[in-house]
């Protein structure tokens, strides 16, 4: 059975890279380009795994994990971000991310076999 990975971005080039990435191993991916959008995916399926950037439009990725928490939801959430700095990274782990990445140091690759760990 396929597990179902949600992505969460506003830069559709990488979304659609990772989608790529991933899309050998797990046949279910969904795309979300802000926060709204995620939460709204999350609340009517919850994933197996969520990715999730920090910096999007309408609510940003902190918002996204704090509705998580607050659900009392149990899925592993990969943060990919640009933002290096340890205030967020630490902000995102108190807040329940599983994993903190930043996007521009990150090889898909690697990246894949994480996920592949998670689930």
């Known amino acids: 059975m396929s597990k179902h990975v949600l992505i969460v ?8 890279m990772y989608q790529l990435s991933l899309k050998k191993e797990f046949a279910d991916i969904h795309i ?5 959008e995620a939460i709204a995916l999350i609340d009517k399926q919850q994933p197996d795994l969520l990715m999730l950037d920090l910096l999007m439009p309408k609510l940003d990725g902190f918002a996204v994990l704090k509705h998580v928490r607050e659900k009392g939801y149990k899925f592993p959430v990969i943060i990919l971000s640009n933002l290096k700095g340890d205030i967020d990274q630490k902000r995102c782990k108190e807040l329940g991310a599983a ?6 140091d990150t090889d898909l690759d690697a990246l894949a076999e994480k996920v592949h760990e998670y689930l």
């Open 99 to 104: 994993d903190f990445y930043c996007k521009s």
């Open 9 to 16: 971005d506003d830069d559709e080039f990488l979304t659609s």
């Open 32 to 36: 979300a380009h802000d926060g709204e």
